[in-house]
């Protein structure tokens, strides 16, 4: 390792094609103030190296690219972001460099607010793939820069919008990286989002349809009620191991005292999910699951007309303009017009992963039941696909592996299992309970994930899990299509459960156009 101002110097002279080093900042060890909500764990002293690039137009994007001093594993680490991102994603960032990696992280271009790329399709790009690909390049010619060598193996992980970007990567720059852990991805993007405005007019056009968190907390109790053996819910837990299985008669709600009328209207239409009123093409699979209308992003958080709008329809004001009224969305005409803008660009759809494959590159795919923002249902029918393009559930398992994990809500927390690889204090790191540590197996000792262990923390809170050194249970979770069934006894314990292959059909599927 060479000296701090040895170091600045090269990392100074490094010539960044449209770009530039901002900022070098050696950090020592220690606790870092980030206003966190929770206490974290002192990080090791290591190098942070900031990045703007503008690589056409009004593009302009952040990087960071965090470097251990000591104890580098030899690897390199890209991550994602959530939402329309515009920040670092800091708790990516802090698992990583606790971990031994180089870890980079990107902002993706949208920075300071996702209004600033209304009529700017060279950011749309930044955002749809070319950040997370300038972010690996770079990364790379820092790392080797830093180090005098480059990293031996490269990993990417990331959920929801890092699912996206997990995709794209496989998709577009299949040699970027030797592993990819993709948490619940939106990677349909465009269609995702028609979803959004679906369920957000069900829910916001009459001021009786929307729901408070105690109204949906009941909802799910009472979905629980009815179909809990149906839905593979243990006794004792508070989630469905499988609600692919639960089709919800709402007239369980007409007792008078539940819900209203408005309401009853409203959760037929998202549980039937967003549908062309002219041909009857599915459009998207129906965003709340059975089971997770309580949880955060669900139907209380989807009823907030303002915010859930400012937070999650960002990408129609893109090309409709700022002040649009999403009231007048169109199902029919306007999803072309956006599929033409944007699918191109936001959708890593694709189920053509031979390149990826043939660099020898790895997946783990993992999705949870009790997710209300993105359904696992989407994600399990892209897998499908993938099989379908590989010929077969065993070329593709050579290098793609998919785990659909019971309680697990959007990437992490729920009313099951809360983590299975994010970086949570309590979870351990070994290769069946944190993703992660499997990926890393597979790709350098080629041991393949059979099965994961995610884990719970205690009184249900991950908070706890990351200001205790202990969790309360864990599940087994299998590589689809095997799947844990329980048969009888303590649930907590993994003896109690068989492997047994459940194939998941009957699926409601969007139509082949919508699914560029």
Same mark, same amino acid.
């Given at each position: 390792?060479?000296?701090?101002?040895?170091?600045?110097?090269?990392?100074?002279?490094?010539?960044?094609?449209?770009?530039?080093?901002?900022?070098? #900042?050696?950090?020592?060890?220690?606790? @870092?103030?980030?206003?966190?909500?929770?206490?974290?764990?002192?990080?090791?002293?290591?190098?942070?190296?900031?990045?703007?690039?503008?690589? #056409?137009?009004?593009?302009?994007?952040?990087?960071?690219?965090?470097?251990?001093?000591?104890?580098?594993?030899?690897?390199?680490?890209?991550?994602?972001?959530?939402?329309?991102?515009?920040?670092?994603?800091?708790?990516?960032?802090?698992?990583?460099?606790?971990?031994?990696?180089?870890?980079?992280?990107?902002?993706?271009?949208?920075?300071?607010?996702? +209004?600033?790329?209304?009529?700017?399709?060279?950011?749309?790009?930044?955002?749809? *793939?070319?950040? $997370?690909?300038?972010?690996?390049?770079?990364?790379?010619?820092?790392?080797?820069?830093?180090?005098?060598?480059?990293?031996?193996?490269?990993?990417?992980?990331?959920?929801?919008?890092?699912?996206?970007?997990?995709?794209?990567?496989?998709?577009?720059?299949?040699?970027?990286?030797?592993?990819?852990?993709?948490?619940?991805?939106?990677?349909?993007?465009?269609?995702?989002?028609?979803?959004?405005?679906?369920?957000?007019?069900?829910?916001?056009?009459?001021?009786?349809?929307?729901?408070?968190?105690?109204?949906?907390?009941?909802?799910?109790?009472?979905?629980?009620?009815?179909?809990?053996?149906?839905?593979?819910?243990?006794?004792? +837990?508070?989630?469905?191991?499988? @609600?692919?299985?639960? $089709?919800?008669?709402?007239?369980?709600?007409?007792?008078?005292?539940?819900?209203?009328?408005?309401?009853?209207?409203?959760?037929?239409?998202?549980?039937?999910? =967003?549908?062309?009123?002219?041909?009857?093409?599915?459009?998207?699979? @129906?965003?709340?699951? =059975?089971?997770?209308?309580?949880?955060?992003?669900?139907?209380?958080?989807?009823?907030?007309?303002?915010?859930?709008?400012?937070?999650?329809? *960002?990408?129609?004001?893109?090309?409709?303009?700022? +002040?649009?009224?999403?009231?007048?969305?169109?199902?029919?005409?306007?999803?072309?017009?956006?599929?033409?803008?944007?699918?191109?660009?936001?959708?890593?759809?694709?189920?053509?992963? %031979?390149?990826?494959?043939?660099?020898?590159?790895?997946?783990?795919?993992?999705?949870?039941?009790?997710?209300?923002?993105?359904?696992?249902?989407?994600?399990?029918?892209?897998?499908?696909?993938?099989?379908?393009?590989?010929?077969?559930?065993?070329?593709?398992?050579?290098?793609?592996?998919?785990?659909?994990?019971?309680?697990?809500?959007?990437?992490?927390?729920?009313?099951?299992?809360?983590?299975?690889?994010?970086?949570?204090?309590?979870?351990?790191?070994?290769?069946? %309970?944190?993703?992660?540590?499997?990926?890393?197996?597979?790709?350098?000792?080629?041991?393949?994930?059979?099965?994961?262990?995610?884990?719970?923390?205690?009184?249900?809170?991950?908070?706890?899990?990351?200001?205790?050194?202990?969790?309360?249970? #864990?599940?087994?979770?299998?590589?689809?299509?095997?799947?844990?069934?329980?048969?009888?006894?303590?649930?907590?314990?993994?003896?109690? *459960?068989?492997?047994?292959?459940?194939?998941?059909?009957?699926?409601?599927?969007?139509?082949?156009?919508?699914?560029?």
């Amino acid at each position: 390792m060479c000296t701090e101002d040895e170091a600045r110097g090269k990392l100074k002279s490094l010539k960044i094609t449209n770009g530039e080093i901002t900022q070098i #900042e050696f950090v020592p060890a220690g606790v @870092p103030d980030f206003g966190l909500a929770f206490p974290l764990e002192p990080l090791p002293e290591h190098c942070r190296v900031c990045v703007r690039m503008s690589p #056409e137009g009004d593009s302009n994007i952040l990087i960071e690219v965090w470097m251990p001093l000591t104890n580098w594993n030899s690897n390199f680490l890209g991550t994602g972001n959530g939402g329309h991102a515009g920040t670092m994603n800091r708790l990516s960032l802090i698992n990583g460099i606790r971990r031994g990696y180089a870890t980079a992280n990107t902002d993706m271009g949208t920075a300071p607010d996702p +209004d600033m790329l209304i009529g700017k399709p060279e950011r749309w790009v930044d955002f749809g *793939y070319r950040a $997370t690909h300038l972010m690996t390049v770079v990364a790379k010619e820092i790392i080797q820069a830093f180090y005098g060598r480059a990293p031996k193996f490269s990993y990417f992980t990331g959920g929801s919008t890092g699912g996206q970007q997990g995709l794209m990567e496989a998709q577009r720059y299949p040699e970027d990286y030797n592993g990819i852990l993709v948490m619940a991805p939106a990677n349909n993007r465009t269609h995702l989002h028609i979803a959004f405005i679906w369920n957000w007019l069900a829910l916001t056009q009459n001021p009786d349809a929307g729901f408070d968190e105690q109204q949906a907390a009941t909802v799910t109790e009472q979905i629980l009620v009815h179909y809990g053996a149906e839905g593979g819910c243990i006794p004792g +837990d508070h989630f469905f191991a499988q @609600p692919d299985r639960i $089709t919800v008669n709402t007239d369980i709600f007409k007792d008078g005292k539940l819900l209203n009328d408005e309401q009853i209207r409203a959760m037929q239409i998202i549980y039937n999910g =967003p549908v062309n009123p002219v041909t009857g093409e599915r459009i998207f699979a @129906p965003v709340v699951v =059975p089971g997770s209308e309580r949880f955060p992003l669900g139907l209380s958080a989807q009823s907030d007309k303002d915010e859930f709008a400012k937070s999650f329809l *960002y990408l129609f004001r893109w090309i409709f303009g700022k +002040d649009y009224d999403f009231t007048k969305f169109d199902f029919n005409r306007d999803v072309d017009f956006v599929d033409e803008q944007l699918a191109p660009i936001l959708n890593a759809n694709s189920a053509d992963l %031979h390149d990826y494959k043939n660099a020898g590159g790895k997946i783990i795919m993992l999705h949870g039941t009790a997710d209300p923002i993105i359904p696992y249902t989407d994600s399990l029918q892209y897998y499908e696909r993938v099989i379908e393009a590989q010929n077969g559930l065993e070329n593709t398992q050579s290098f793609f592996r998919y785990f659909i994990i019971p309680g697990l809500a959007h990437v992490f927390d729920g009313p099951g299992v809360q983590d299975i690889g994010i970086g949570i204090r309590a979870t351990p790191k070994d290769r069946e %309970h944190d993703a992660l540590t499997a990926l890393s197996a597979w790709v350098e000792e080629g041991i393949a994930p059979e099965r994961l262990l995610p884990v719970a923390f205690k009184d249900g809170s991950i908070v706890n899990g990351f200001i205790l050194d202990e969790y309360e249970y #864990e599940r087994p979770v299998y590589a689809y299509p095997s799947m844990a069934v329980y048969k009888s006894g303590d649930p907590n314990q993994l003896a109690h *459960y068989s492997k047994e292959k459940h194939i998941i059909s009957n699926l409601p599927k969007p139509a082949l156009k919508y699914l560029n």
